[in-house]
């Protein structure tokens, strides 16, 4: 029996799978990256199969056991590997159903999830005609650039898509079901197409980058109104933004990331901090969080429900301590206005080098007058 098939038959279990996604490699070395890719050309005329267990025979020496080793470089590597389409082939490699003595239609019809990260699949997901039952599916680590044939799985529910190359996320639209959707590291320059997915509970859009260049993420408003009744997950991290005001209307909102962008002032948070639900908040790697010593309190004094900002929890104790100094200085602030509101008896405002001792004192108008104060 081949290799191939009797490792398949090896790591195949029974229909039971996990909704985790299985861990992947964020950077490997460029020694090994580099001799994988040599692996992979010489291996060009087999299949994707073939090719990845040609790859690890080749690398199998210079790596320790269980170590994690990529069958393809990363994308992000700026690497020019062409894909190759999903296939049946890729597809029966992808599951650890077993197929017993179902046919084909048969099998594909029983498969829920799908594994096809780290495969080379590229540049679309046409062939997923074939799984329509399919409602979770993990193809990270790949070399998709275009969503099309996505939308034959009416009843995906989890997406995980990052480290490709996806430019536009039109196809989403009729996924009324999805509730987990990954895209981070991408090449996205516009949140939209998820008007269908009133659904959706969590995205993940982090360090897109549309064309190497770096301007500020957008987000189509239809897209947010659609979604926000539901979702209770944001990460937008590395993007750029500078304003996030239109992400207010979120008000369901238990975790957002937005560390890693260019917001200037804590102030500008004021109308996203508002929402009632919020409990987790990352803000690190902005410029407020390094120019503004304070803006750990400025965001407590802002959200009467955020537990926790950038992996520090909130103690009762700091809250009530930032609320009580707050009121202190309001006070002693409403204090000072008044003494420098203070008038004089004929309606002009009091002379700023009056000192209270002086409140009765008799002082010349400008009119030549002679009037004496007292304490208002």
């Given at each position: 029996?081949?290799?191939?098939?009797?490792?398949?038959?090896?790591?195949?279990?029974?229909?039971?799978?996990?909704?985790?996604?299985?861990?992947?490699?964020?950077?490997?070395?460029?020694?090994?990256?580099?001799?994988?890719?040599?692996?992979?050309?010489?291996?060009?005329?087999?299949?994707?199969?073939?090719?990845?267990?040609?790859?690890?025979?080749?690398?199998?020496?210079?790596?320790?056991?269980?170590?994690?080793?990529?069958?393809?470089?990363?994308?992000?590597?700026?690497?020019?590997?062409?894909?190759?389409?999903?296939?049946?082939?890729?597809?029966?490699?992808?599951?650890?159903?077993?197929?017993?003595?179902?046919?084909?239609?048969?099998?594909n019809k029983k498969l829920t999830h799908l594994q096809i990260q780290d495969k080379r699949i590229g540049p679309d997901l046409e062939g997923?005609?074939?799984?329509?039952?399919?409602?979770?599916?993990?193809?990270?680590?790949?070399?998709?650039?275009?969503?099309?044939?996505?939308?034959?799985?009416?009843?995906?529910?989890?997406?995980?898509?990052?480290?490709?190359?996806?430019?536009?996320?039109?196809?989403?639209?009729?996924?009324?079901?999805?509730?987990?959707?990954?895209?981070?590291?991408?090449?996205?320059?516009?949140?939209?197409?998820?008007?269908?997915?009133?659904?959706?509970?969590?995205?993940?859009?982090?360090?897109?980058?549309?064309?190497?260049?770096?301007?500020?993420?957008?987000?189509?408003?239809?897209?947010?109104?659609?979604?926000?009744?539901?979702?209770?997950?944001?990460?937008?991290a590395g993007n750029h933004l500078q304003e996030v005001e239109q992400l207010a209307i979120l008000r369901s909102l238990t975790s957002l990331?937005?560390?890693?962008?260019?917001?200037?002032?804590?102030?500008?948070?004021?109308?996203?901090?508002?929402?009632?639900?919020?409990?987790?908040?990352?803000?690190?790697?902005?410029?407020?969080?390094?120019?503004?010593?304070?803006?750990?309190?400025?965001?407590?004094?802002?959200?009467?429900?955020?537990?926790?900002?950038?992996?520090?929890?909130?103690?009762?104790?700091?809250?009530?301590?930032v609320r009580r100094l707050d009121a202190q200085k309001r006070k002693l602030s409403a204090q000072r206005k008044r003494h420098l509101n203070?008038?004089?008896?004929?309606?002009?405002?009091?002379?700023?080098?009056?000192?209270?001792?002086?409140?009765?004192?008799?002082?010349?108008?400008?009119?030549?007058?002679?009037?004496?104060?007292?304490?208002?």
């Amino acid at each position: 029996m081949p290799q191939r098939f009797r490792l398949a038959e090896e790591l195949s279990t029974d229909d039971e799978v996990v909704d985790a996604p299985p861990a992947a490699c964020d950077k490997p070395g460029e020694v090994l990256a580099a001799k994988v890719a040599q692996c992979i050309l010489n291996a060009s005329d087999d299949s994707p199969a073939e090719s990845r267990d040609k790859a690890a025979i080749e690398t199998k020496g210079n790596r320790a056991v269980g170590s994690c080793t990529p069958s393809a470089p990363s994308v992000a590597s700026g690497s020019r590997v062409r894909g190759h389409p999903l296939t049946q082939e890729v597809i029966s490699f992808s599951t650890n159903v077993l197929r017993g003595n179902l046919s084909q239609e048969e099998f594909n019809k029983k498969l829920t999830h799908l594994q096809i990260q780290d495969k080379r699949i590229g540049p679309d997901l046409e062939g997923l005609r074939l799984v329509p039952g399919v409602y979770v599916l993990y193809a990270y680590d790949n070399v998709i650039s275009s969503l099309a044939g996505i939308e034959n799985l009416r009843r995906l529910q989890q997406l995980f898509l990052q480290n490709n190359r996806i430019a536009s996320m039109a196809g989403l639209e009729g996924l009324s079901q999805i509730r987990k959707l990954h895209l981070g590291h991408n090449r996205l320059s516009r949140i939209d197409s998820l008007e269908g997915c009133t659904q959706l509970e969590e995205l993940s859009v982090p360090h897109q980058h549309p064309g190497g260049e770096e301007r500020p993420l957008q987000f189509c408003p239809d897209s947010l109104a659609a979604i926000a009744p539901s979702l209770n997950v944001l990460n937008a991290a590395g993007n750029h933004l500078q304003e996030v005001e239109q992400l207010a209307i979120l008000r369901s909102l238990t975790s957002l990331d937005l560390s890693e962008n260019k917001i200037a002032q804590a102030g500008h948070l004021r109308a996203v901090l508002a929402g009632d639900a919020l409990r987790r908040l990352n803000l690190s790697g902005n410029p407020f969080a390094s120019a503004e010593r304070r803006y750990r309190t400025a965001v407590v004094l802002c959200s009467n429900t955020v537990e926790e900002i950038d992996g520090k929890e909130i103690l009762p104790q700091e809250r009530d301590f930032v609320r009580r100094l707050d009121a202190q200085k309001r006070k002693l602030s409403a204090q000072r206005k008044r003494h420098l509101n203070r008038v004089t008896s004929d309606g002009r405002p009091r002379p700023p080098n009056m000192s209270d001792k002086a409140d009765r004192l008799a002082f010349m108008t400008m009119d030549g007058t002679s009037r004496t104060l007292s304490p208002i």
